[in-house]
């Protein structure tokens, strides 16, 4: 079945170094990747999404390219801030029946001043 | 306003007990999908419907039952609760049926069963 996987599972650092989540995905489908980021207590929200190969998708500072070569959409913010302290999930979408989206196990990142 | 409707947004329960999660939107979305998020798992997909209709089902107990009396309305219900299922609840919804469209969260209600 299709999967999706984090490495990271917390990932600490100071305020303005540079940050990259990995994430890669396994599917025989052709794939739509998301980066959802969940802040604490609250809901999922759409970071990032795409389906293009080797095209670069940008938003809110951070950004994203999928490499189907490679199975990869790993995620990267250049100077993190306090405020980006959240849980940052991928996940995988497939044109088939379900549609539920797949989700990584997520990765937790800390930032401190 | 918020668009994704969850209600109640704690939910304590006693096993075996019987509990509906409310769930509407006013996105004017067509698709509708159920979450669930418990310690230290992924979000697991469990239903998903398009206008009204079930399209997939992903969760192995019958235990777990969506209901949707309209277009913008999924509940679940959740019978003979167990302990396992304390989990937080999310429904999610997109504007069609199409792995492109991204999907929108509700705040979520957290469940706890005693």
């Known amino acids: 079945g299709d999967s999706v996987t984090q490495t990271e599972g917390l990932v600490t650092l100071t305020k303005g170094l540079p940050v990259m989540l990995n994430c890669t995905y396994q599917?025989?489908?052709?794939?739509?990747l998301f980066w959802y980021v969940q802040h604490l207590n609250e809901a999922p929200k759409l970071l990032l999404k795409?389906?293009?190969?080797?095209k670069r998708t940008e938003h809110q500072g951070f950004y994203a390219t999928l490499h189907k070569s490679s199975s990869s959409f790993h995620l990267q913010k250049s100077s993190v801030q306090l405020s980006d302290s959240a849980l940052y999930f991928c996940?995988?979408?497939?044109?088939?029946?379900?549609?539920?989206?797949?989700f990584g196990l997520g990765t937790r990142v800390s930032v401190f001043p | 306003d918020p668009k994704i409707i969850q209600k109640p947004k704690y939910l304590v329960a006693v096993t075996g007990s019987e509990k509906i999660l409310i769930c509407e939107q006013y996105l004017g979305h067509n698709a509708m999908y159920w979450y669930r998020q418990s310690a230290k798992k992924p979000l697991e997909f469990m239903f998903s419907y398009s206008y009204q209709k079930l399209m997939d089902n992903q969760t192995a107990s019958s235990r777990f039952q969506p209901q949707s009396s309209k277009k913008n309305h999924l509940d679940l219900q959740i019978t003979a609760l167990k302990p396992d299922d304390s989990a937080t609840y999310f429904c999610?919804?997109?504007?069609?049926?199409?792995?492109?469209?991204?999907?929108?969260f509700g705040p979520g209600t957290r469940l706890t069963v005693l």
């Open positions: 599917t025989t489908y052709s794939p739509f």
């Open positions: 999610a919804s997109s504007q069609d049926w199409d792995s492109s469209y991204e999907q929108y």
């Open positions: 996940a995988l979408s497939v044109n088939n029946y379900a549609q539920g989206l797949t």
């Open positions: 795409s389906s293009t190969d080797n």
